[in-house]
Each structure stands twice: as C-alpha cells, then as structure tokens.
C-alpha cells in the first residue's frame, strides 16, 4: 500500500545548527502540506506545495517540491529551541481521494 | 474564532468495552477528518467526510470502529469492542472544502487520548 516515509526519524542539533527532514512516498501527491506537531500537541499547519519543483520559504523554514512530486524537503537555517517538535509531511495521492501523513522526524535542540 | 473542539480529552477502558468520541468542528468547515496517532507515529486517517458524506473510509476497521456525521456539522467516533492495540491519541481535524486534488489546510483539535487496559 501507500506509504510516506520521513528520514531521519530522529535528530539532534545544538541550537545555531541547520536541520533538515526528507519526505518520500511511494506514489505520485497531488500536492504535500507540512505539519509541525510540538511534544503533547496537535498538528499544525506549515505550509503547503502544489507545483513540481516549487520552494517556498518561511524565515527561517524552507521547502521544496520534487520534480516527479514524489519526496519533499524541509530545511531549517539556525535551528532554535523554539523549533523542537515532530515534523510531518502529508498529502493527497494523486488521482485518490486518500491523504496520508508521513512518519516524522523528531527534532530536538540543544540551547 | 473557536478551533476544534474534542471530547473527552482523557478515556480509560478495558478491552472489549466501548467508547465514543465527539468532534466539532470550525464552523464553515465542510470537511472534518478523524485520525488514529499511536505514540510515536504520524497520524492515520481513518475517515474523512465532506458535509455528511463519507470520501475516504478505507483505512477503518470496519468490525469495530464506526463513524458519522449526521447532520454535516459535529462527528462520532466508536469504537466496539475496543483492543489493546486501540490505545492511541484520536484526533479530529476540520478544513474547508476541498476541491478535487486540492486539499485545504487542516485545523487540528486538541486530540482524546485513548487508553485500553
């Protein structure tokens, strides 16, 4: 079946340091949203890509589309304390109405 | 603006016992969501609605779990009987209207967290 993978699953950085998450699914997006979800939390909405190829940028959070819309990034320039929590992507299968997240990465900063 | 609204935040059963969730969602919103998120994993979809009618249901256990949203606002969830394996955090998230392929965003509520002993 369907599957989106997120690498790594864990990730430990001092604070000042870049971190980034990579998202791969196994069948073609319509489109991938990403989710921050803080330790005891709900998800919450990043931000969200529709076109092969598109970078979107958030201050310090950027994003990138595959050209096939099949895997995803998502790069944090100078990590902060504040950016701890588990990061998902997630989308719609292209051509079914099934949407899937993927399995996070966990991020953790040191001060 | 209110968000999601869950009930209850906290439910203890044993196995073979039934439970109930409730969800309401951000009003306007036509499509609400019900997700399984076991500890340490990303959120399952386990039905999506769109006003009352069901879009996506396949990732339900369908001898056990039912859901419905009778009325195209608030939603239930029910589990019976429950399992071990159903200990999870069940969220429920609400967004606008989607249009084909083009899924909105997803407000979340606070989540029930599920424990069967």
């Known amino acids: 079946g369907q599957q989106v993978m997120q690498i790594p699953q864990y990730q430990h950085v001092q604070e000042g340091e870049d971190f980034t998450t990579y998202c791969n699914s196994s069948?073609?997006?319509?489109?991938i949203q990403w989710y921050k979800q803080r330790p005891g939390g709900h998800p919450v909405f990043l931000i969200q890509l529709v076109k092969s190829g598109e970078v979107k940028k958030q201050k310090r959070l950027t994003f990138q589309f595959g050209e096939a819309k099949k895997n995803s990034s998502l790069h944090i320039t100078a990590t902060q304390t504040t950016d701890v929590g588990t990061y998902f992507c997630?989308?719609?299968?292209?051509?079914?109405?099934?949407?899937?997240f993927g399995s996070g990465t966990k991020l953790n900063v040191k001060p | 603006e209110a968000g999601v609204a869950q009930s209850p935040r906290y439910k203890i059963i044993e196995k073979r016992q039934s439970v109930a969730f409730w969800c309401n969602p951000i009003?306007?919103?036509?499509?609400l969501y019900w997700y399984q998120q076991i500890l340490g994993q990303g959120p399952k979809l386990l039905i999506q609605f769109q006003n009352n009618g069901v879009v996506d249901d396949s990732q339900l256990p369908k001898d056990r779990f039912s859901a419905e949203r009778l009325k195209g606002v608030d939603s239930t969830l029910k589990i019976q009987p429950a399992k071990l394996e159903d200990s999870a955090v069940y969220l429920c998230?609400?967004?606008?209207?989607?249009?084909?392929?083009?899924?909105?965003?997803?407000?979340f509520g606070p989540g029930t967290r599920l424990t069967v002993l």
């Open positions: 998230a609400s967004s606008l209207e989607n249009s084909g392929a083009a899924y909105n965003e997803q407000f």
């Open positions: 009003s306007g919103h036509a499509t």
């Open positions: 997630a989308g719609p299968e292209y051509n079914f109405n099934k949407f899937y």
């Open positions: 069948t073609t997006l319509s489109n």
